[in-house]
């Protein structure tokens, strides 16, 4: 395709289609979470990781080979992309160790806090200043993880604040893995080369890991067998990808204003489809993090002088 085309193609607002996909995203981000959970009453939460990537990697591959993408160009990323390679697969060890431990809701929680660490190193590294309305976004945030630790009816047991802290760390890798795209050559390629680093790479670095979460199989059915595949096929392969579209074809802006939806389905999704407790303080973090982030990424109106 080219540039020109993909120019006219572009679309300056949000419409109805773009709310439609963003919705689907969205819940199915949320939902991921609690197929990472079903998945790992069949299976080692590494070898998860493992062949989640190696799935997804094969079926983008196959993608840019269809598409004629091209991917072993020398371009100057290779060590941005290792990097965010390592990056992503230690966030995921994390999320799959972490979730392993804790409730959907808490962990979704606690992943879904990536933004608020992007602000806080795009001011650091980028020279992005964290405006009072975004300041604000981050202590609203911070107020409801803080509700999050101190809850003890979603508690399971203590061994979820361990699956709480690894989601958090997550999270904070996942906003490493963003800024590093943002400030390196990463950020001038396809988003499918960045995908497909961070894919292979995952597999490679998290093979070492494979002993700390005992035999590699566990209670292995058909259930958990649907988990792991719909994560590596559609969440992974494809809405990702259709991810990737969709920031080149409409406003940022407006598609960050989704944000929120993605902890507040992870919440609901862990309450409905695995009956997990959801307390007051659940619902009040929920609240206060989905509030941050629609704060932080709310557009600023310029206004227009006269004449």
């Known amino acids: 395709m080219s540039a020109a085309q993909q120019v006219i193609e572009r679309r300056d607002a949000i419409d109805g289609f773009a709310i439609i996909v963003m919705l689907l995203l969205t819940f199915s981000w949320g939902l991921n979470q609690v197929a990472i959970k079903v998945a790992t009453t069949g299976y080692s939460p590494i070898f998860l990781t493992i062949a989640r990537s190696a799935i997804a990697g094969l079926l983008v591959y196959g993608w840019c080979v269809y598409r004629g993408i091209r991917l072993f160009q020398s371009d100057g990323t290779l060590r941005a992309g290792i990097l965010v390679g390592v990056l992503f697969g230690l966030e995921f060890v994390l999320?799959?160790?972490?979730?392993?431990?804790?409730?959907?809701a808490r962990g979704a929680l606690m992943i879904n806090t990536m933004p608020f660490w992007v602000l806080?190193?795009?001011h650091i590294f980028l020279g992005e200043r964290i405006t009072m309305k975004k300041a604000l976004g981050l202590a609203l945030a911070f107020?409801?993880?803080?509700?999050?630790?101190?809850?003890?009816?979603s508690l399971p047991d203590q061994r979820a604040l361990i699956g709480?802290?690894?989601?958090?760390?997550?999270?904070?890798?996942?906003?490493?893995?963003?800024?590093?795209?943002k400030k390196s050559k990463l950020s001038e390629v396809n988003a499918e080369k960045t995908l497909m680093y961070q894919l292979?790479?995952?597999?490679l670095i998290s093979i070492p890991?494979?002993?700390?979460?005992?035999?590699l199989l566990r209670d292995v059915s058909a259930l958990a067998t649907g988990a792991l595949?719909?994560?590596a096929v559609f969440v992974v392969a494809f809405t990702y990808v259709l991810w990737f579209w969709m920031i080149r074809t409409y406003p940022a802006s407006g598609l960050s204003s989704f944000a929120f939806l993605t902890p507040a389905f992870g919440v609901l999704c862990g309450g409905f489809l695995l009956n997990e407790p959801l307390?007051?303080?659940?619902?009040?973090a929920l609240t206060l993090i989905a509030l941050g982030l629609f704060v932080v990424n709310r557009p600023v109106r310029r206004r227009i002088p006269p004449g």
Do not use: K, R
Request: net charge negative; glycine share 8%.
């Open 200 to 203: 292979v790479v995952s597999v």
């Open 279 to 284: 307390s007051f303080n659940i619902f009040a």
């Open 209 to 215: 890991f494979l002993p700390l979460a005992g035999p």
């Open 95 to 104: 999320v799959f160790l972490g979730l392993d431990q804790t409730t959907v």
């Open 164 to 181: 709480d802290l690894m989601c958090l760390a997550a999270g904070m890798l996942w906003a490493v893995t963003t800024l590093t795209i």
């Open 143 to 153: 107020i409801g993880v803080t509700l999050v630790f101190v809850d003890q009816l």
């Open 229 to 231: 595949l719909f994560q």
């Open 120 to 122: 806080i190193g795009a």
